[in-house]
């Protein structure tokens, strides 16, 4: 199997003194990376995985009730029960 997209971004990189990896433009590029971003570092089976992270906000994580609607919401509509915005905004009116 060819992964054209991982082929096209690789490239050659060094370590530094203080074990630094330069990202190479190209593959910073193909990532749509940008200087600040936060990166996820593995070693799995024998090779070094980087992948991109996005932190949360402490504020930005639901409640445990709000969780709870959420999954309630997805149970709805993978039932295949659902309304329309019309017929929840007429509801949420009265």
Known sequence: MNNKSTTEAAAISRIGQRR?????????DALQLQEGDYMEVTAERGRLAMR??????VGEVLTSGEAA??????????AGRSESWSAVKDGLAR
């Open 52 to 57: 991109p992270k996005r932190l949360v906000d």
């Open 20 to 28: 630094q990896v330069v990202i190479p433009k190209r593959v910073f």
């Open 69 to 78: 609607k959420v999954r309630r919401g997805e149970a709805e509509l993978k």
